[in-house]
Nanobody, 117 residues
Framework: QVQLVESGGGLVQPGGSLRLSCVAA????????MSWYRQAPGKERELVAG????????KYADSVKGRFTIFRDNDKNTVYLQMNDLTPDDTGVYYC??????????WGRGTQVTVSA
């Protein structure tokens, strides 16, 4: 049973943009801390951005600040990652993560993002 489904990845040129989406089949979605991680080949999975379940406060990796924006639509059970001014260093598999705080978190299966000329 798949509870988190990512979409929106693909191949883009440096300087391009992508918007990732994650539809979460969880309830209540508004109670989950949602975040995006990525994993580049040969590297550990790292936190890219997170958004809390209280006031919408956000957190970003230093490498993406000013370029990426995380936001959520609780009515649609969806969290988004808008990625602008992409560079080859942004290449990797991007994973949606949902943390209910009171039980085990869950991962999506990932969507590939490749930034290359």
């Amino acid at each position: 049973q798949v509870q988190l489904v990512e979409s929106g990845g693909g191949l883009v040129q440096p300087g391009g943009s992508l918007r990732l989406s994650c539809v979460a089949a969880v309830s209540p979605f508004s109670s989950y801390y949602m975040s995006w991680y990525r994993q580049a080949p040969g590297k550990e999975r790292e936190l890219v951005a997170g958004i809390n379940e209280i006031d919408g406060g956000t957190k970003y990796a230093d490498s993406v600040k000013g370029r990426f924006t995380i936001f959520r639509d609780n009515d649609k059970n969806t969290v988004y990652l808008q990625m602008n001014d992409l560079t080859p260093d942004d290449t990797g598999v991007y994973y949606c993560h949902a943390d209910p705080r009171i039980s085990n978190p869950m991962w999506g299966r990932g969507t590939q993002v490749t930034v290359s000329a």
